[in-house]
């Protein structure tokens, strides 16, 4: 587990790398006449960065972004302080967290690493170079889980059912967290990456389909390494299975509700935004 004081200084060059690399990617393809266009593309991006406002809309963007993922890994603490099992992206960290002494935000960042990764084998030359901003948000993203830890370590649910109230924050939590970070159509978790970049690949199938069968390998995963490491089902347990339909559930609402207020998009159509940058 990292200390108080490496994990706020980890944050800090985190979100200036995060910054950084996005401004320098518009900044990089200002033209002669001030139209702005990313450089890996070519595409002109007045409609989103045009005007005198652009710096400070791109700054609002990457603030919400930012507080998406927060959310999303506090849901993630909360979740392993319940102890049924936590959220499919998570199960598999949180498994290795409690077989040795490396934390869950350690597992988290080198899991969505390994995403990373497999993005860019599968998309090669067509991988979009602004989304290596998916590296400090990778990192954030594990800072931010251990941070959430260290705000939840008072939380010891001493019933069942106190835990089963718990799960439910995590899940809506989670929840909440991943439909503000799909709103700014800025980037994505590496995890939510992999699989719209597999949707891309393979066309024919639905990006709900890849969706669930992703997570569920995560499961599975989780409970086979949980089995040969700790002789039994720990961090992966009913909250988990609660966790893979009910995130989407409560995702569902909060966009019906959003939409109802007057704003808000799919998740769906804001992956494919993502993309497109």
């Known amino acids: 587990m990292f200390q108080t004081s490496d994990t706020f200084e980890i944050v800090l060059v985190v979100s200036t790398g995060f910054y950084g690399l996005v401004l320098e990617n518009m900044v990089s393809c200002i033209s002669s006449v001030g139209t702005l266009v ?49 959220s499919p992206i998570a199960s598999f960290p949180t498994v290795l967290s409690f077989a040795t002494p490396l934390s869950v935000g350690f597992y988290l960042t080198l899991l969505n690493l390994v995403f990373f990764l497999l993005q860019v084998l599968i998309l090669r030359k067509n991988f979009p170079r602004i989304q290596f901003v998916q590296l400090p948000i990778t990192l954030a993203f594990g800072v931010f889980a251990d941070v959430g830890m260290y705000l939840t370590s008072w939380l010891d649910p001493t ?33 939510d990456g992999l699989v719209f970049t597999l949707t891309l690949v393979l066309q024919n199938i639905s990006f709900e389909t890849i969706k669930m069968v992703f997570d569920w390998a995560l499961v599975i995963i989780a409970v086979v390494v949980s ?10 347990r009913e909250g988990t299975v609660f966790a893979a339909f009910g995130v989407g559930l409560v995702i569902r609402f909060i966009s019906a509700v959003h939409k109802r207020l007057g704003g808000g998009r799919d998740e769906a159509s804001a992956f494919e935004g993502q993309a497109a940058c």
Request: aromatic share 12%; proline share 2%; with cysteine.
């Open 159 to 191: 019933s069942y059912f106190m835990q089963w109230v718990w799960t439910l924050v995590g899940v809506v939590l989670v929840a909440l967290g991943v439909y503000i970070e799909t709103q700014p159509r800025l980037s994505y978790i590496p995890g």
């Open 227 to 236: 089995l040969v490491l700790l002789d039994g089902l720990e961090g992966v």
């Open 38 to 86: 990313w450089s890996d593309g070519g595409r002109a991006c007045t409609d989103r960065f045009g005007g005198a406002h652009s710096v400070i809309r791109l700054l609002q963007r990457i603030a919400v972004f930012t507080i998406g993922i927060f959310i999303m890994a506090f849901g993630i603490a909360i979740s392993v302080r319940a102890n049924l099992g936590t």
